[in-house]
């Protein structure tokens, strides 16, 4: 394992990319802009990135449509592309120490987490797309023997990729591999505070062979560079990772211009059920701390509302304290931190206001609930509250943090009506060894994912990802993401 010496020499020396990236080349913003970029860890200001807006989304959506339409890319043979993303997944790996601390640097995450789960979590999903390229199989309708009809998918064109900063380069793969492996070109705006990572991938993606205009990269802002792409009348589809309400922003985007397709991976507040035919109760309680604290609470389908069998209540709670008790903040950079700085000051603030709330609205504080001391960052101790009602804003709106709530439920059907009382249906767990109540729960619960007898297991790439409800719709990971970035056509032929 690599020492917290070596990595705070490597931050040292670190080169960082900090222009856009167009049409193969790294330039600056058309305006000369530029904005800062802060480690939230030390709240120092670490580099200075190009500030896109909507005359720089012109010329990248130029690039991209060029590359498009005269099909250096999208009429490579599909083999050919999976390959070149195959060598790309194979460069990310390859630079996985430098891509992992450009992500703890840019907005807080512990190293460790980025080096085993972001950045392999990247390369796999490079990879599983590269080798998908070519496994799309068209159809032939059963029509009447006088006609043959071919239906085939054929790319988009060009997709514009918005994507947040919890987990800056994996949100962005997820996408960027099934849209490119479908033969599309991408402009891609990375959130505000994490545009670093992203811009050093198009570097290597370029290096793998990915010509020139297919891949472009636009740091800026979201009221600028994001609305414009989202207006944008030559973007064909937007692919979005983010909140509910810019969600919805990119919805209004899309009628307001060319009904450029909108897929939507947007917030969640994620009930993890514990009923009393849980077999393990240890095992369950640590799942549930890792469900709110892992990356700082800074996660879509974070389990935020815990809810637990009021029989099972107080044992469960020793056992929760217990396992809270391993996750403890720290500097990012030392590998053996588990909790680093939350993204910014601002996100910071929101979460502490979320606490003071929970506080007022008589919610019983029984862990953290406040800045961490001695520390220059943006951190906040894990957060557990009890006594959470369903009406209470910590119950209903997404913290994005390390606040979890504890609500307790009478019955099965008490459990489900509490669980689905929200306006999200991202994600959602089971904790039974009661075969048939496992399964009437997860058929009863309105969410995209349903985890039984475990939280987020795996970064498998296999299973579609995505919500239900003011989650989003479309999905992200599997076959259906590549069918995604393609549309349908019939050619119908007389014979
Ligand atoms: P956000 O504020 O919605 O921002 C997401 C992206 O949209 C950023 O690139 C942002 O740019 C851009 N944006 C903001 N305002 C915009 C506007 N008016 N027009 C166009 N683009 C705009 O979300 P965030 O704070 O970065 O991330 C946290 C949210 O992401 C949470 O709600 C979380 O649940 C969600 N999330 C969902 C998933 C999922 O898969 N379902 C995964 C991860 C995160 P700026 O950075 O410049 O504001
Ligand atoms: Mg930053």
């Known amino acids: 394992?690599?020492?917290?010496?070596?990595?705070?020499?490597?931050?040292?020396?670190?080169?960082?990319?900090?222009?856009?990236?167009?049409?193969?080349?790294?330039?600056?913003?058309?305006?000369?802009?530029?904005?800062?970029?802060?480690?939230?860890?030390?709240?120092?200001?670490?580099?200075?990135?190009?500030?896109?807006?909507?005359?720089?989304?012109?010329?990248?959506?130029?690039?991209?449509?060029?590359?498009?339409?005269?099909?250096?890319?999208?009429?490579?043979?599909?083999?050919?592309?999976?390959?070149?993303?195959?060598?790309?997944?194979?460069?990310?790996?390859?630079?996985?120490?430098?891509?992992?601390?450009?992500?703890?640097?840019?907005?807080?995450?512990?190293?460790?987490?980025?080096?085993?789960?972001?950045?392999?979590?990247?390369?796999?999903?490079?990879?599983?797309?590269?080798?998908?390229?070519?496994?799309?199989?068209?159809?032939?309708?059963?029509?009447?023997?006088?006609?043959?009809?071919?239906?085939?998918?054929?790319?988009?064109?060009?997709?514009?990729?918005?994507?947040?900063?919890?987990?800056?380069?994996?949100?962005?793969?997820?996408?960027?591999?099934?849209?490119?492996?479908?033969?599309?070109?991408?402009?891609?705006?990375?959130?505000?505070?994490?545009?670093?990572?992203?811009?050093?991938?198009?570097?290597?993606?370029?290096?793998?062979?990915?010509?020139?205009?297919?891949?472009?990269?636009?740091?800026?802002?979201?009221?600028?560079?994001?609305?414009?792409?989202?207006?944008?009348?030559?973007?064909?589809?937007?692919?979005?990772?983010?909140?509910?309400?810019?969600?919805?922003?990119f919805m209004q985007y899309s009628g307001q211009s060319n009904l450029k397709r909108v897929s939507l991976e947007c917030g969640g507040k994620s009930p993890h059920i514990i009923t009393k035919n849980c077999l393990d109760l240890d095992q369950a309680a640590n799942a549930a701390a890792s469900a709110i604290f892992f990356n700082q609470g800074e996660v879509c389908t974070a389990g935020s509302r815990l809810l637990v069998d009021r029989e099972i209540k107080q044992e469960f709670m020793e056992k929760l304290a217990l396992a809270s008790a391993s996750h403890k903040v720290g500097d990012p950079l030392h590998p053996e931190t588990s909790m680093g700085a939350l993204v910014e000051e601002q996100h910071m603030d929101r979460v502490l206001s979320y606490i003071d709330k929970a506080n007022e609205e008589g919610a019983t504080l029984t862990l953290g609930g406040c800045r961490s001391k001695d520390r220059a960052g943006y951190f906040i101790d894990p957060t557990i509250f009890d006594d959470v009602t369903s009406d209470m804003t910590i119950a209903r709106e997404e913290i994005f943090g390390p606040v979890l709530s504890v609500l307790t439920f009478k019955d099965e059907a008490d459990a489900i009506k509490i669980a689905n009382d929200t306006i999200y249906g991202l994600a959602a767990a089971v904790w039974s060894q009661d075969i048939s109540q496992a399964h009437r729960m997860s058929r009863a619960l309105r969410a995209g994912t349903v985890w039984v007898n475990c939280w987020d297991p795996t970064g498998d790439m296999t299973i579609p990802f995505g919500g239900f409800k003011q989650s989003g719709f479309g999905r992200d990971k599997s076959m259906h993401a590549l069918e995604k970035y393609t549309d349908l056509k019939t050619t119908w032929i007389k014979i």
């Open 1 to 249: 394992m690599r020492t917290h010496d070596f990595w705070t020499e490597k931050a040292t020396n670190l080169s960082i990319r900090n222009q856009a990236f167009i049409n193969g080349k790294f330039v600056n913003s058309l305006s000369g802009k530029t904005f800062d970029s802060i480690n939230p860890a030390t709240a120092q200001i670490f580099a200075d990135v190009a500030e896109c807006d909507a005359a720089d989304v012109d010329v990248a959506v130029k690039a991209a449509r060029d590359a498009f339409e005269d099909g250096r890319w999208s009429n490579m043979h599909p083999a050919q592309r999976g390959k070149r993303l195959m060598r790309l997944a194979n460069l990310i790996t390859s630079h996985r120490e430098e891509l992992a601390l450009l992500e703890s640097l840019d907005m807080g995450k512990p190293i460790s987490d980025a080096m085993n789960i972001d950045i392999p979590g990247c390369a796999r999903a490079i990879h599983w797309y590269g080798e998908a390229a070519d496994k799309l199989m068209d159809e032939i309708a059963p029509t009447d023997p006088g006609a043959l009809a071919l239906v085939t998918r054929e790319a988009l064109g060009v997709i514009g990729i918005v994507v947040p900063w919890n987990f800056p380069l994996l949100m962005a793969c997820w996408k960027i591999g099934p849209a490119l492996a479908a033969g599309n070109s991408i402009v891609l705006k990375p959130a505000e505070q994490s545009p670093l990572s992203v811009l050093r991938l198009a570097e290597l993606a370029s290096e793998a062979g990915i010509p020139d205009g297919v891949f472009n990269v636009l740091p800026g802002f979201g009221e600028t560079a994001g609305q414009a792409l989202g207006l944008h009348m030559d973007v064909d589809m937007i692919a979005f990772t983010g909140s509910t309400q810019v969600g919805k922003f």
